[in-house]
């Protein structure tokens, strides 16, 4: 079964600084994606980034990375110099070779303060 | 390029009534997908089409719920009758996939849902 944890149901940073939020997920599959997404207060799901599992590098976007440690079955987001427009849930999802469909972790909610 | 358009944005209805939630998938993507999210159950995936064709209904909660997609560019998720308990925000989303369903690496793109409250 696959299966998405997220342990932090919220999250403080202050404006300026980095986060991290946690991302665990569990597959028997080898060949699986990692895909972050952001869901501000307005309700759309905004696509942030993604991870292969035979990536040997930690995807980048911007000021958004993926700490992808494969054995310990984590992707990480990371947000560094995070803004007030960061404040938002963010949603953590895997996608295995074997199913095309998405499963979702329970979310973060991060605030970001001024 | 226009993104996944669903309408209506917002639905209220009474208990008891059929409503229709619409979706157009982006053009050029196989894949579509109906989810639904509340605050207690999170996100949901309901169903999901590849190639106009349901390969995976196991979300859809009860015999209430029904997807249809006649063409590749349009999809409808029904609840007849509805019930308070349906209030929630349905998305749908649409990715490329190879034809066979499975896939990795494919974004799903959301639109920006549809809020319904069953009174």
């Known amino acids: 079964a696959q299966k998405i944890t997220q342990t932090q149901p919220g999250m403080f940073v202050q404006e300026k600084e980095a986060v991290t939020l946690d991302c665990t997920y569990d597959?028997?599959?080898?060949?699986?994606?990692l895909f972050w997404y952001k869901q501000p207060s307005s309700g759309e799901m905004i696509f942030l980034i993604y991870?292969?599992?035979?990536?040997?590098q930690n995807a980048t976007e911007g000021r958004y990375s993926l700490n992808f440690q494969k054995a310990r079955k984590s992707a990480n987001l990371v947000i560094s110099a995070s803004q007030l427009g960061d404040s938002a849930m963010y949603f953590c999802a895997m996608i295995s070779d074997n199913f095309n469909k998405f499963y979702f972790g329970s979310g973060t909610k991060l605030n970001v303060k001024p | 390029d226009a993104g996944v358009i669903q309408s209506p944005r917002h639905e209220v209805t009474e208990m008891g009534q059929e409503v229709t939630l619409r979706c157009k998938p982006i053009s050029g993507h196989n894949s579509l997908f109906w989810y639904r999210q509340t605050m207690m159950r999170g996100l949901e995936l309901l169903i999901y089409f590849n190639n106009n064709v349901p390969i995976d209904d196991s979300g859809m909660p009860e015999d209430r719920f029904s997807a249809k997609m006649p063409n590749a560019s349009f999809s409808t998720l029904k609840i007849q009758p509805s019930e308070p308990r349906d209030s929630a925000v349905y998305f749908c989303a649409s990715s490329l996939a190879p034809s066979g369903g499975a896939s990795y690496g494919e974004t799903q793109y959301f639109g920006p849902g549809t809020r319904l409250l069953v009174l």
């Open positions: 991870q292969g599992s035979y990536d040997e």
């Open positions: 597959t028997s599959d080898q060949s699986y994606g």
